[in-house]
């Protein structure tokens, strides 16, 4: 069976300084990730994934994440916060089966605050 | 390319009433469409996995008969939500997987008074 939990319900940084985002994942197989955000109201929007190539993944508005098989973790980071970023974000594992849906952690709640 | 979009976006309706949501694939053709549900403050909850032409797999506790679903092409997998009562009241979002991946229509804001 495969599972993500999500460390954090809530983290607050402070504009410019870094942001750590933890995620760990359970799974049988090489399990593909995801980390999506959600602005209020919004839809889903794809930061990242990790499909079994480099470990160091880089996505969209400078986020990266280390796929780490020995902790089974995919923690989500950047740099630098910006008041933008201030939103809900996913961590998400597929099963990599046909017709099988996404498992979705709980979200982690991102503050940022100037 | 990849675009999903869901019609409408919101929706008010009366209680008792019935609502259709639409999930569009735009520009490809999803093997699998799913619906999910989202309360306030909370993550995703799949709802039911849809496939073209065939009857949708609910999750276990939700109604089939009152959250209907029907996939009639590749490109279009609709949600109805019949008798709508406002504990129905929630954030819908559908996806849909080709190939290459999975991709999130917008959501639809449902509010039943």
């Known amino acids: 069976a495969q599972s993500v939990t999500q460390l954090d319900s809530h983290v607050s940084v402070s504009e410019g300084t870094p942001v750590l985002l933890r995620c760990n994942y359970s799974s049988s197989y090489s399990p593909s990730l995801f980390w999506y955000v959600q602005h209020p109201n919004k839809g889903l929007q794809l930061l990242l994934k990790?499909?079994?190539?480099?470990?160091l993944v880089k996505g969209i508005n400078g986020f990266e994440a280390e796929f780490k098989k020995s902790e089974t973790s995919f923690h989500l980071t950047k740099p630098s916060a910006h008041m933008s970023d201030a939103a809900e974000y996913f961590c998400?594992?597929?099963?990599?089966?046909?017709?099988?849906?996404?498992?979705f952690g709980k979200g982690t709640t991102l503050s940022v605050s100037s | 390319g990849a675009v999903v979009s869901q019609h409408p976006s919101w929706v008010i309706c009366k209680s008792g009433t019935s609502v259709k949501i639409e999930c569009r694939s735009l520009?490809?053709?999803?093997?699998?469409m799913f619906w999910y549900r989202q309360f306030p403050k909370q993550s995703l909850m799949l709802m039911a996995t849809?496939?073209?032409?065939?009857?949708?797999?609910?999750e276990q506790g939700v109604e089939k008969d009152k959250f209907l679903i029907n996939h009639a092409s590749l490109t279009l997998s609709t949600l109805t939500v019949t008798s709508a009562h406002p504990e129905d009241s929630s954030f819908y979002i559908c996806?849909?997987?080709?190939?290459?991946?999975?991709?999130f229509g917008p959501g639809t804001r449902l509010t039943v008074t």
């Open positions: 998400v594992v597929s099963p990599n089966q046909a017709g099988t849906a996404l498992i």
């Open positions: 996806s849909a997987r080709d190939g290459r991946g999975e991709y």
């Open positions: 520009d490809f053709q999803a093997t699998t």
């Open positions: 849809s496939n073209e032409g065939s009857k949708a797999t609910y």
């Open positions: 990790y499909t079994s190539a480099a470990t």
